[in-house]
């Protein structure tokens, strides 16, 4: 076992782990983070993405103990209290899903594009978000969703 | 999926690293950015007794000019790799691969130094340091060395990094003012490459004076189109120009056949993605 000491949604936690644990399953099983959901179990689909340390990455794909020391945002510490965050809203307000088993990864991925370019194009968007996939929507209303949390389509 | 048991090592200097291998030698794998290795470890392709993490390690990460080469350190990451400006200035060809690269996620956390080790030979990192003549240095017991990229790339998934050694940066000579252009086939987004041409040009007065071209999955090892890059030398960076050169790719390769394509077709891929790459990296 190792002993890991991270920050979770901006409370700290600690716990013994067994090294080849994921960072997906930490935050599943161990912590009941149960918005951040497994969907291929590959690295391809993007649904487990959570930010470390401020950037997106596959929590399927990172383990655990590789996450000592730093900070996990998830999907659920988005939001202020009943305040969606404006990306969430945006997923909402456009009906940016149909089944949402992919939404949490798709409005973490598209937090850090924004963070990283403010105002895409439609463009920088469907390229930024290619780390997500969706089975349901073909992506029409995800893209309409990310323009529209940026300040509208361009 | 989960990986079988194993003990994990987070050393904080490439002298621990080492220790850590040359203790455990074997039955230690070491972990970069994880994001070709820990799949493999998740379907069990591989079963370490020991895995030794680099992430720990600060003086791997980082982009430094030294003369007239950049040294990019093992453990800096496909990200900053891609938005870096020493490297945009200095080895566009590489940020036109790493803007290519997997996906945003997948370049947040894997490194430079990580895929070019791994060697897969549909990587896209393989092509161009070779096209760009970078040479490899690697740590070991008995101090450091360096290797050209000629001889780095042994076979499939194989290097020259021995037992007991690691790849601590790259050396990637300066190629400023150089034309590049990385043109990738795939099926889907964010996949491997069924077969891509990284190509960096000089063009002087609409003449290609100087030209460099690497191939990525035209056999078990990236691949240099040496007779591509003669041919282009003093020629008019124009269409026909650039297909009579580029109809040499596939001299010296020896393509894989699978369900993405058969070895033919690659060949021919390889011809039409060096024809598109050379002209886009001469800007014509």
């Known amino acids: ?154 | 999926m989960i990986p079988v048991q194993f003990d994990y090592l987070a050393p904080t200097s490439v002298e621990e690293a080492l220790a850590a291998l040359a203790e455990h030698g074997d039955d230690a794998k070491v972990i970069a950015g994880g994001q070709s290795l820990l799949p493999v470890l998740r379907m069990r392709l591989n079963a370490p007794e020991v895995v030794i993490d680099l992430g720990g390690i600060a003086e791997l990460r980082g982009i430094r000019e030294d003369g007239d080469s950049l040294v990019i350190g093992a453990m800096t990451t496909h990200h900053d790799v891609l938005n870096d400006a020493l490297v945009k200035e200095h080895a566009l060809l590489l940020v036109r691969a790493e803007h290519q690269l997997a996906d945003a996620q997948i370049r947040h956390r894997g490194t430079f130094g990580g895929a070019l080790a791994h060697a897969d030979p549909a990587g896209d990192l393989g092509a161009p340091a070779l096209a760009l003549g970078a040479e490899f240095v690697i740590a070991g017991p008995g101090g450091s060395r360096t290797v050209a990229a000629d001889d780095f790339f042994v076979d499939l998934f194989e290097t020259a990094i021995a037992e007991g050694e690691l790849l601590t940066g790259i050396r990637v000579p300066k190629h400023t003012g150089w034309g590049a252009h990385y043109e990738k086939f795939v099926r889907v987004a964010h996949q491997w490459p069924i077969v891509a041409v990284a190509a960096a040009v000089k063009v002087d007065g609409g003449t290609i004076s100087e030209a460099r071209v690497g191939l990525t999955n035209m056999g078990s090892t990236p691949i240099r189109a040496r007779a591509v890059e003669e041919a282009l030398v003093g020629q008019p960076a124009t269409e026909d120009a650039v297909r009579t050169a580029a109809a040499l790719a596939t001299e010296g390769t020896n393509p894989p056949s699978d369900l993405n394509g058969a070895a033919d077709y690659r060949s021919h891929l390889a011809q039409v993605l060096t024809r598109r790459a050379v002209l886009a990296a001469a800007g014509a």
Do not use: W
């Not at chain 1, 936690?13 to 644990?21: A, G, L, N, Q, T």
């Not at chain 1, 935050?27 to 930010?51: P, Q, W, Y």
């Not at chain 1, 978000?129 to 929507?137: A, F, I, V, W, Y």
């Open chain 1, 1 to 154: 076992m190792a002993r890991i000491e991270l920050t979770v949604d901006g409370a700290k936690v600690s716990d013994d782990v067994e090294p080849r644990m994921l960072l997906v399953q930490y935050l599943r099983e161990k912590l009941g983070k149960t918005g951040t959901v497994i969907g291929c179990d590959t690295s391809n689909c993007g649904a487990c993405t959570v930010h470390l340390d401020g950037r997106s990455v596959k929590s399927c794909n990172v383990l655990a103990v590789q996450a000592n020391g730093r900070e996990v945002t998830t999907i659920e510490g988005l939001a202020d209290g009943d305040q969606l965050h404006p990306v969430q809203e945006a997923f909402r307000e456009c009906h940016g899903l149909q089944c949402g088993f992919c939404t949490p990864g798709m409005i973490m991925q598209a937090v850090d594009l924004l963070g990283e370019n403010p105002s895409p194009t439609e463009a920088e968007v469907r390229e930024g978000m290619e780390g997500n996939l969706c089975r349901c929507t073909g992506y029409h209303n995800i893209v309409k969703s990310v323009l529209h949390a940026a300040g509208g389509a361009k």
